[in-house]
């Protein structure tokens, strides 16, 4: 109809190709290359990388426990977010000053406040360990072995994220309507069957969403890892990210992580649809 | 019964606060103390438990040990707000064509168009991240602002698409339509008609960009090395065996500051149902 409608979209979406689709296809071409830092350029060398990456245990390990992890931690945040609201929802005091004090968290740089972690995981001068001690749990070895080190991964990521759950089940919970509840307490409905057959089964659609976009940003995880432990103790803590950041940034072998990068996106974006699709079905009673 | 249960809330709600506030507590009373009282084990309490100083703070401005953090904080505004400012832009006029005209390439309509903004948001930075660095190298942009606003345009303009094209698509399409029939043409309806009446939609987006930007880490952390820091990659550079933790938790308390009172904002929108149409 009108010529200029595409002087509205065509800026953004050019930038967005030029930026991002022809790197993209880019890095494409150089997963068959053998680039690294000895010999630099556009070679072809056939699938080697990807024959190399099916051998590759530690990407394999490292996938898998992403995989753990990002359920793991999602599954938390969902369940502590949706508590947290709930408890701030109606008749609370001081209602606003928690509800702000619960999205701080999100607004914080992940990174900046990883280093603040890190020194309250220091097992002797760090803080945690004296109130363990004091509860009678006892210290813990929190960054020095495998299991506490993943732990305590967990822990930053549900600190970090529980909030931004908490504020889409919040914005959820205030936008359904009244009546269903009116029509709940008529029928002389308890908290716990109101909770069942009137609240959770109208916050369908909007938790699947919030679980998604959740699941998503968990799967990029690095940067935490990254500052807390570095991956370790041993490759106990990698994640699939920081084991290409290392094989690309550090050891600059660019051919091979590229085959590596591609994989991942292909594996996580065939995960996610899945776990989309099944989630819909199973949550979202009426798709309208 | 009722006041067990009003009990069992109270103490859910003051145990998550407690679980919520303990780093901060931790890192303004860290950031007060010296070596001699972060080496004798944890404590919380000036002039109780350990004697207060302000060296930590002194050492934000270049002082021993520390990091001149002004210059680190200068680059971070820059590149945060012009990447924002320039996403927002070219978000906001790509989601009001997405939402207001038909496009069609081939295959490819409006939906098609919308879900590829929007997909760059699944993409892990780190599959980018090889891309990005080849071609700000190519450009001659590695290490430089320019080429990080570049970056972080490409990272927000998918969230500014996203939180406006649910925007523009709950605004009446009666209100262009009026602005045609006086005579305006689509650009002067946008600039006229519709952008005046998009501020909540704007601040919204505008905010979350802010967030993402201020808060990234991974492209400010390899597209550069020495002559441009941003603000988290200083604070991380400081990380090592030996931390001095009292410049750190200043540091941190700085970096951290602004945008936590961004959580006011967010929670003056929902108490007033603005962000459930927003964030779907």
Not at chain 1, 135 to 141: E, F, L, S
Not at chain 1, 185 to 208: K, N, Q, Y
Not at chain 2, 134 to 158: E, K, N, Q, S
Request: glycine share 8%.
């Amino acid at each position: 109809m009108y010529r200029q409608k595409y002087i509205f979209l065509l800026p953004g979406l050019l930038v967005l190709v030029a930026i991002i689709l022809f790197p993209l296809l880019f890095t494409i071409r150089v997963s068959f290359s053998s680039w690294d830092v000895y010999n630099p350029g556009l070679n072809w060398i056939g699938g080697e990388n990807y024959a190399r990456l099916w051998e590759d245990a530690r990407y394999w390990e490292a996938l898998t426990r992403l995989s753990v992890l990002t359920v793991g931690t999602v599954l938390l945040q969902y369940t502590l977010g949706f508590a947290l609201a709930l408890l701030v929802w109606r008749d609370i005091i001081a209602r606003r000053f928690f509800r702000v004090l619960f999205l701080v968290p999100m607004m914080t740089t992940p990174v900046v406040m990883s280093v603040i972690w890190r020194t309250i995981f220091h097992e002797s001068l760090g803080p945690l360990n004296p109130i363990l001690d004091a509860i009678g749990i006892g210290a813990q070895p929190w960054l020095s072995q495998a299991g506490h080190a993943f732990a305590a991964v967990m822990i930053v990521e549900v600190w970090q994220w529980t909030p931004f759950m908490f504020l889409l089940l919040l914005a959820g919970l205030l936008s359904l309507p009244n009546e269903p509840f009116l029509a709940a307490r008529i029928d002389g409905a308890g908290p716990i069957r109101t909770f069942l057959s009137v609240t959770f089964p109208m916050m369908g659609a909007i938790s699947v969403g919030a679980i998604l976009i959740r699941l998503i940003e968990a799967s990029k995880l690095m940067e935490t890892v990254y500052v807390l432990t570095s991956g370790g103790p041993g490759t106990s803590t990698e994640t699939t990210s920081y084991y290409i950041y290392i094989r690309g940034m550090r050891d600059f072998q660019i051919g091979y992580s590229a085959s590596l990068s591609l994989t991942y996106l292909i594996v996580m974006s065939v995960a996610l649809t899945l776990i989309a699709k099944a989630l819909i079905r199973l949550m979202v009673k009426d798709r309208t | 019964m009722r006041t067990l249960y009003l009990a069992l809330k109270y103490l859910a709600v003051l145990l998550w606060s407690a679980f919520v506030i303990f780093p901060f507590l931790w890192m303004i009373s860290t950031s007060f103390k010296t070596a001699n009282a972060v080496t004798g084990g944890a404590k919380w309490l000036p002039w109780l438990q350990f004697e207060p100083s302000l060296s930590g703070w002194q050492s934000l401005f270049g002082g021993v040990g520390g990091i001149n953090i002004l210059k680190p904080y200068a680059n971070s505004a820059i590149v945060t707000l012009s990447g924002s400012a320039i996403a927002l832009v070219l978000g906001t006029l790509a989601a009001y064509g997405l939402s207001r005209f038909t496009f069609k390439a081939g295959p490819l309509k409006n939906g098609d168009i919308t879900f590829f903004f929007i997909s760059q948001r699944i993409m892990p930075p780190i599959v980018l991240a090889i891309p990005f660095f080849l071609m700000l190298r190519f450009l001659g942009l590695l290490d430089t602002l320019p080429g990080l606003i570049l970056i972080y345009v490409a990272m927000l303009m998918p969230i500014a698409v996203w939180v406006m094209v649910d925007f523009f698509n709950s605004v009446p399409r009666g209100l262009d339509e009026m602005a045609w029939m006086d005579g305006c043409t689509p650009v002067t309806t946008f600039l006229r008609v519709i952008l005046p009446n998009a501020l909540p939609g704007l601040v919204v987006a505008a905010m979350f960009c802010l967030i993402f930007g201020w808060n990234d880490f991974f492209f400010a952390f390899t597209m550069t090395f020495t002559e441009v820091q941003l603000l988290p990659v200083s604070i991380v550079a400081l990380n090592s065996s030996v931390t001095p933790w009292w410049s750190l938790s200043a540091a941190a308390i700085v970096s951290v500051a602004p945008l936590a009172v961004l959580a006011f904002v967010v929670e003056r929108f929902l108490s007033r149902g603005g962000l459930a149409g927003a964030v779907r």
